[in-house]
Structure formats: structure tokens, C-alpha cells
């Protein structure tokens, strides 16, 4: 168990739908990061986010929007969903903002039918 | 973030010591190089960090150039649970951008 936790781990829905990742960090981080992993590719950096504020952002789709609540936990909105949003998401939480360690959830999987 | 450039795929002998390189030759003097590995069906764990100097922990050890333009893990005894994607990122701001990294098939 890394610390980070992600829920939920599996998901399956239909295109159009509207999903939420939702990610805790590990006790004491500050940052969390979110990736996109779809089947043989990379991992694809999407938002960073550090106590509470947005710090970072990749490759975001304009249907995704993300957020870093008060308790530090995140959530990634994924909205009008297409097969290609198919993925692996990772949550991951460091200490501070920065070139940090990295700790990683296991990850959510969605399926879009 | 520095770009990075590793090889697709690699083979090992178990029990045999693996190197995996990793050029980097558009880094600053600030960017630490990093490295990951994500095991099949697992979120990417952490392997080792450095800057100048070569590091080593219980997973490897990390041999950085000179001019630090390249670098190599060891792993110093590979075995089937070693077998991943190896991931090497060069970087010193918030945007941690992983390459497609190394697939290292480790052969019992």
C-alpha cells in the first residue's frame, strides 16, 4: 500500500456519461498529480495541483477538469466520455511542489462502452 | 523538462546485473534525474534519484555521466519480479513528463 489511495478501481460506462476519479494523497503531501495511461501508451501527464491550487497542466482534455479540496483529496471530472477516454488514471502525491519523489495510487481503471 | 531517450526494450538473464541507459543530453544543472518502474498491472513505484553524484539504495544503483548527459541503473542482480517498464524522467519543475521508457524482459 503506497498511501495513495484512488477510488474507485474499476468503472464502466457509456459514451456521453459524466465520471469522478476521486484521489487522497498521502498523509502529509501537499501536491497530487494526475496521469492518463491508455493501453501501450505512455504515461500521459494531465494537472498538478498544490494545496489546493492548480500548478501544473499537461495534455488536458477541455471535457476533463480537475479540483484539490480543502482536505488535500482531489478529484478528476471526466465528462462527456468517448471510447478513446478508455484508461488507466494514476493519482500521484508529493510532499511539496517541485521535482519531488513521486508516490503513486494504484490506479483507476475506466472503461467507456 | 529535459527530453529523454531510452531503448524500447531490453533482455536480461535472471541473476545477472542489468544496466539500462538513458540519454538526457539537454539537461540543465538544476534537473535531477529520476527513475521509475511500473510492474504489470501496478501504478509506476519510484526507483532512485540523483544530480551529480552516483546514488545507490536497496533497489540499484545510479551512475550519472560526467557531463551528465547520460545516466544507467543497475540493477545489480535481476529477477522475474524485476521484469517492468523503467522509466527515466530529467527534470526540475512541476510538469514530471514520462517518456515510453524501457520494457525489460528478464529471462529465468
Known amino acids: 500500500d503506497s498511501g495513495v489511495t484512488q477510488t474507485p478501481k474499476h468503472l464502466i460506462t457509456a459514451t456521453g456519461q459524466r465520471v469522478t476519479l476521486r484521489c487522497s494523497p498521502r498523509?502529509?503531501?501537499?501536491?497530487v498529480y494526475w496521469y492518463q495511461q491508455s493501453l501501450d501508451q505512455g504515461l500521459q501527464f494531465l494537472i498538478q495541483?498544490?494545496?489546493?491550487?492548480?500548478?501544473a497542466k499537461g495534455n488536458i482534455l477541455e471535457r476533463f477538469s480537475a479540483q484539490q479540496f480543502p482536505d488535500l483529496h482531489s478529484e478528476l471530472n471526466l465528462s462527456s466520455l468517448e471510447l478513446g477516454d478508455s484508461a488507466l488514471y494514476f493519482c500521484?502525491?508529493?510532499?511539496?511542489?517541485?521535482?519531488?519523489?513521486?508516490?503513486f495510487g494504484a490506479g483507476s481503471r475506466l472503461t467507456v462502452l | 523538462d529535459a527530453k529523454t531517450t531510452q531503448p524500447n526494450s531490453m533482455e536480461s538473464n535472471e541473476e545477472e546485473p542489468v544496466h539500462l541507459p538513458c540519454n538526457h543530453s539537454?539537461?540543465?544543472?538544476?534537473?535531477?534525474i529520476h527513475w521509475y518502474r511500473q510492474l504489470p498491472s501496478q501504478g509506476p513505484e519510484y526507483v532512485i534519484h540523483?544530480?551529480?553524484s552516483n546514488v545507490n539504495n536497496r533497489m540499484a544503483s545510479l551512475a550519472i555521466a560526467e557531463d551528465r548527459k547520460s545516466s544507467t541503473l543497475i540493477l545489480h542482480r535481476a529477477t522475474l519480479r524485476d521484469a517492468a517498464v523503467y522509466y527515466c524522467?530529467?527534470?526540475?519543475?512541476?510538469?514530471?513528463?514520462f517518456g515510453k521508457g524501457t520494457r525489460l524482459h528478464i529471462l529465468p
Open positions: 500521484a502525491s508529493t510532499p511539496r511542489a517541485g521535482a519531488n519523489v513521486l508516490t
Open positions: 498523509s502529509g503531501d501537499l501536491s
Open positions: 495541483y498544490y494545496n489546493g491550487e492548480e500548478r
Open positions: 539537454t539537461i540543465s544543472g538544476t534537473d535531477y
Open positions: 540523483g544530480l551529480t
Open positions: 524522467i530529467a527534470n526540475r519543475d512541476d510538469k514530471i513528463i
